[in-house]
Every structure is written in C-alpha cells, then in structure tokens.
Nanobody, 115 residues
Framework: QVQLVESGGGLVQPGGSLRLSCAAS????????MNWYRQAPGKERELVAA????????KYADSVKDRFTISRDNAKNTVYLQMNSLKPEDTAVYYC????????WGQGTQVTVDS
C-alpha cells in the first residue's frame, strides 16, 4: 500500500534551517509529482512546494520562495524540503502529499520556529 512518511521536523530558532524528508513506498515514485503542504494552527492547509516526477520543474508558495528548496532522489524514493532562514510564521505541521490513484497524505512532521 502507498505510504508517505515524513521526518526531520523539530524546534529551531528564527533564521535557522531544517531539512524535511518524505520516504515513499508502495507506488512507482519516479512517475509522480510530489508536494509539500503545511498547516499552521487555526489556518487552512497550504501548498508550500511541488516538484515534477523527474525533478526538472519546481513550484513554491510566494511566502517561501528563495528560502525553501524542494528536491527528490528517485533512487531512494524520497522527497526533501530544505528550509533556510526560518521564520516564526513557518511554524506548522508539514505534510507530504501525492496524487496517485487518489490523494495520499503523510502523517505530518511538526516544525516550530521559536526563540
């Protein structure tokens, strides 16, 4: 069955960095676009970044452009989100997301940016 397992979240000070990972299994990972979403307390889930199946095309929310980088390693069935210059407003649960036969979400990983 399809599984998306996020890791790498934690507590970081403003200006710091984190790298999130999403390990995928149960489908032909290299054939599908992958996405990172986030949901902050009291807010709707929002798209943070997306990457095409080959990694040649990426897209970012305006709020994270030039600070976050999405990438993937199709040999490892893993998609990454490198987050630099983190701000308190980046605090959220970050989810890996894919549309295969239907929508699949990971369980999420908490990112807290606080001094």
């Amino acid at each position: 069955q399809v599984q998306l397992v996020e890791s790498g979240g934690g507590l970081v000070q403003p200006g710091g960095s984190l790298r999130l990972s999403c390990a995928a299994s149960g489908f032909a990972f290299g054939s599908y676009a992958m996405n990172w979403y986030r949901q902050a307390p009291g807010k709707e889930r929002e798209l943070v970044a997306a990457i095409s199946s080959t990694g040649s095309t990426t897209k970012y929310a305006d709020s994270v452009k030039d600070r976050f980088t999405i990438s993937r390693d199709n040999a490892k069935n893993t998609v990454y989100l490198q987050m630099n210059s983190l701000k308190p407003e980046d605090t959220a649960v970050y989810y890996c997301y894919a549309i295969i036969s239907r929508i699949y979400w990971g369980q999420g990983t908490q990112v807290t940016v606080d001094s």
